[in-house]
T-cell receptor, first 116, second 113 residues
Framework: EPEVTQTPSHQVTQMGQEVILRCVPI?????FYWYRQILGQKVEFLVS????????KSEIFDDQFSVERPDGSNFTLKIRSTKLEDSAMYFC??????????????FGPGTRLTVL | GESVGLHLPTLSVQEGDNSIINCAYS??????FIWYKQESGKGPQFIID?????DKRQGQRVTVLLNKTVKHLSLQIAATQPGDSAVYFC????????????FGSGTRLQVQP
């Protein structure tokens, strides 16, 4: 069964450093997403991406964040200058579009980001 | 305001019993609702979804009920098994033009053997 994969599973970084979280969405999907979950809290939407551009972003997704689809299979989230409060699980998701209807978003296993 | 919330943070059931997990939402414009299961250290796993033009949908051992009058969503799990132990989230999508999911705070289901 196709699944979303993410690397690394755990990333530890120093405050102020740049990190890149990587995702391989399900191959025939067209929409890609990043969500985050701070420990013990809700899953929060960050950004959605379609047709090589951001289609929607939340207020969390400020100028320190960026997304990219560098090739036909990868989807990345870059955090330019990490802060302590960026420590969280980051989930990638993807979905297809069938006949114009929203399709299910399938989530990856997540990357745990720890900022020291 | 717009919110998705859960009535109970923890639900404990006996193996073999049926489980009912509830969720309230406040945005009457929400078009699509999903239940996800999250096991420790893993990402949300899709269980079942329902669109606003339906009031019931069934899957394998799971049923989702939508009551738009009182803005209430429930997930019923039949014959609960130890493997069902997890945190369950409801999520809503306001409309198909905005694909961001808004998640509730989660209910932990504990299945007692």
């Amino acid at each position: 069964e196709p699944e979303v994969t993410q690397t690394p599973s755990h990333q530890v970084t120093q405050m102020g450093q740049e990190v890149i979280l990587r995702c391989v969405p399900i191959s025939n999907h067209l929409y890609f997403y990043w969500y985050r979950q701070i420990l013990g809290q809700k899953v929060e939407f960050l950004v959605s991406f379609y047709n090589n551009e951001i289609s929607e972003k939340s207020e969390i997704f400020d100028d320190q964040f960026s997304v990219e689809r560098p090739d036909g299979s990868n989807f990345t989230l870059k955090i330019r200058s990490t802060k302590l409060e960026d420590s969280a699980m980051y989930f990638c998701a993807s979905s297809d579009v069938i006949s114009g209807y929203t399709d299910t978003q399938y989530f990856g296993p997540g990357t745990r980001l720890t900022v020291l | 305001g717009e919110s998705v919330g859960l009535h109970l943070p923890t639900l404990s059931v006996q193996e073999g019993d049926n489980s009912i997990i509830n969720c309230a939402y406040s945005n009457s414009a929400s078009d699509y609702f999903i239940w996800y299961k999250q096991e420790s250290g893993k990402g949300p796993q899709f269980i079942i979804d329902i669109r606003s033009n339906m009031d019931k949908r069934q899957g394998q051992r799971v049923t989702v009920l939508l009551n738009k009058t009182v803005k209430h969503l429930s997930l019923q799990i039949a014959a609960t098994q130890p493997g069902d132990s997890a945190v369950y989230f409801c999520a809503e999508m306001y409309d198909t033009g905005r694909r961001a999911l808004t998640f509730g705070s989660g209910t932990r289901l504990q299945v007692q053997p």
